[in-house]
């Protein structure tokens, strides 16, 4: 039996449906990529939300997945040349509170989230042709990420019940997180050690890869 606790849902009720977004607060820098999932990693949100899609009860019966997002939950300090005017500095304040993650791709939920559809708030606007640009999914899509997720979680769970506990740090682009951990002596992690290391692609190729495509942990 696992639990987890959701830091943030909110819901948003259209045309007799409930969709729900799941909110991750973080003090650091944490930024959103579906080639992470892929691979098994930074999976936590979209499990919330795909538990509270297939297994919710009460308020959350029935719902929709609208999307992810990771929110800075930090002081924003800006730091600027001298001379840059209050305008410059108050739009780097606000890029550095800009959420991350996957939204719904759809408009009024997008609306329902940052009714400017700039950008501002949510890594997704709607330009002018009318068509929503940035980090997007389809319903399906969302279907596929889901069956993707769970297919890992399954293999994760038959490789602890084998005995596969073995330190195997995994990174973009030559960067592993043990440089960060500070109990990385514990599970005997060095330079050398063993790892897996995967470039970052884009999301459109992800989701492609996930599409009746085969979990890769």
């Given at each position: 039996w696992?639990?987890?606790?959701?830091?943030?849902?909110?819901?948003?009720?259209?045309?007799?449906?409930?969709?729900?977004?799941?909110?991750?607060y973080?003090?650091?820098?944490k930024?959103?990529?579906?080639?992470?999932v892929?691979?098994g990693?930074n999976?936590?949100?979209?499990?919330?939300?795909?538990?509270?899609?297939?297994?919710?009860?009460?308020?959350?019966?029935?719902?929709?997945?609208?999307?992810?997002?990771?929110m800075?939950?930090?002081?924003?300090?800006?730091?600027?040349?001298?001379?840059?005017?209050?305008?410059?500095?108050?739009?780097?304040?606000?890029?550095?509170?800009?959420?991350?993650?996957?939204?719904?791709?759809?408009?009024?939920?997008?609306?329902?989230?940052?009714h400017?559809?700039?950008?501002?708030?949510?890594?997704?606007?709607i330009?002018s042709?009318?068509?929503?640009?940035?980090?997007?999914?389809?319903?399906k899509?969302?279907?596929?990420i889901?069956?993707h997720?769970?297919?890992?979680?399954?293999?994760?769970?038959?490789?602890?019940?084998?005995?596969?506990?073995?330190?195997?740090?995994?990174?973009t682009?030559?960067?592993?997180?043990?440089?960060?951990c500070?109990?990385?002596?514990?599970?005997?992690?060095?330079?050398?050690?063993?790892?897996?290391n995967?470039?970052?692609?884009?999301?459109?190729?992800?989701?492609?890869?996930?599409?009746?495509?085969?979990?890769?942990?």
């Amino acid at each position: 039996w696992v639990e987890g606790k959701i830091d943030r849902v909110d819901v948003m009720e259209k045309s007799g449906s409930k969709y729900v977004r799941v909110v991750d607060y973080k003090s650091g820098i944490k930024t959103f990529n579906l080639t992470d999932v892929y691979y098994g990693i930074n999976m936590q949100m979209l499990i919330y939300l795909f538990a509270i899609w297939e297994k919710g009860k009460g308020k959350y019966d029935g719902s929709v997945p609208a999307g992810v997002l990771y929110m800075p939950a930090r002081d924003a300090v800006v730091s600027s040349e001298r001379g840059t005017s209050p305008e410059d500095i108050g739009k780097e304040y606000d890029k550095m509170l800009r959420m991350n993650g996957l939204v719904l791709d759809d408009i009024d939920i997008i609306r329902g989230m940052d009714h400017t559809a700039s950008g501002l708030f949510i890594p997704v606007k709607i330009g002018s042709g009318g068509a929503p640009s940035g980090s997007v999914a389809t319903l399906k899509e969302l279907g596929d990420i889901k069956r993707h997720v769970e297919d890992l979680i399954v293999q994760m769970a038959s490789s602890l019940k084998q005995g596969d506990v073995n330190a195997l740090p995994k990174g973009t682009g030559g960067e592993l997180p043990c440089r960060f951990c500070d109990y990385k002596t514990v599970c005997g992690v060095e330079e050398d050690s063993e790892s897996v290391n995967y470039q970052k692609m884009k999301d459109r190729e992800v989701l492609n890869m996930m599409e009746g495509g085969e979990a890769h942990g």
